[in-house]
T-cell receptor, first 115, second 111 residues
C-alpha cells in the first residue's frame, strides 16, 4: 500500500515550452502533497505544499507563476513548469501525506531536461 | 543555515560491516526522519524518531537522537549490497510536515 506514482518519469522539452508533471496517490487519499526538486548529487529542496481544493503554498524563492500547482482531487496533484529554461532542468519529486500522519510517501521522480 | 546537515563524506564499506552516518540540526524539532534514495529514484521512508525518544530500531536500522546536541545517527548493521544508496535525514523545519532535508550521505556497500 501507500504507492505514489509520477508521470512522466522523464521528459525532454525545448526552452520556452511548458511541461506538466502528474503526481498520483494510487491506493490512498492524499490530503496534502508536496513538490520537491533535486539537483544532481544534492539534497531535496521543498518547492511547495499542495492541498486538495485550495491554492498551493510556495516556499520562499519559488516562483508561483513559473511552477503552477493544481491539486484537483485527493489523488492527483500536478506541477506545470511554464516557459521552461535550461536552468529548470532538474529531478522533480512529489510526496503525498495521508491525513495527519507524519509519514510522506514519495513518488519515483520525474527527470526534466530543457534544451 | 540548512537544517538536518549530515556529515558530508561518502561511505564505502564491505558487505557485512556496519555503516554509521550522522545528522545535525539547529532548531527544535518534533521528530526527525531518515530516508533512503536509490540512484535516480524517489525516497523511501526508513524510520521516524520523535523528540522524546532517544533510540529506535527497525530491522537492521538503529537511529539515535540527542536533542541536547541536536544530532541524530543512523546505523545500518550487517550491511548488504542492496543498502547502497543515499541516506537523508529530514526535519519538520517549516512546520506542517514541510520537510527540510540534509545533504545526504552516499553509502556504497561492496559485495
Amino acid at each position: 500500500g501507500a504507492v505514489v506514482s509520477q508521470h512522466p518519469s522523464w521528459v525532454i522539452c525545448k526552452s520556452g515550452t511548458s511541461v506538466k508533471i502528474e503526481c498520483r496517490s494510487l491506493d490512498f487519499q492524499a490530503t496534502t502533497m508536496f513538490w520537491y526538486r533535486q539537483f544532481p548529487k544534492q539534497s531535496l529542496m521543498l518547492m511547495a505544499t499542495s492541498n486538495e481544493g485550495s491554492k498551493a503554498t510556495y516556499e520562499q524563492g519559488v516562483e508561483k507563476d513559473k511552477f503552477l500547482i493544481n491539486h484537483a482531487s485527493l489523488t492527483l496533484s500536478t506541477l506545470t513548469v511554464t516557459s521552461a529554461h535550461p536552468e529548470d532542468s532538474s529531478f522533480y519529486i512529489c510526496s503525498a501525506q495521508a491525513g495527519h500522519s507524519y509519514e510522506q510517501y514519495f513518488g519515483p521522480g520525474t527527470r526534466l531536461t530543457v534544451t | 543555515s540548512q537544517q538536518g546537515e549530515e556529515d558530508p563524506q561518502a561511505l564505502s564499506i564491505q558487505e557485512g560491516e556496519n555503516a554509521t552516518m550522522n545528522c545535525s540540526y539547529k532548531t527544535s524539532i518534533n521528530n526527525l526522519q531518515w530516508y533512503r534514495q536509490n540512484s535516480g529514484r524517489g525516497l523511501v521512508h526508513l524510520i521516524l524518531i520523535r523528540s522524546n525518544e532517544r533510540e529506535k530500531h527497525s530491522g537492521r536500522l538503529r537511529v539515535t537522537l540527542d536533542t541536547s546536541k541536536k544530532s541524530s545517527s543512523l546505523l545500518i548493521t550487517a550491511s548488504r549490497a542492496a543498502d547502497t544508496a543515499s541516506y537523508f535525514c529530514a526535519t519538520d523545519l517549516y512546520g506542517n510536515n514541510r520537510l527540510a532535508f540534509g545533504k545526504g550521505n552516499q553509502v556504497v556497500v561492496i559485495p
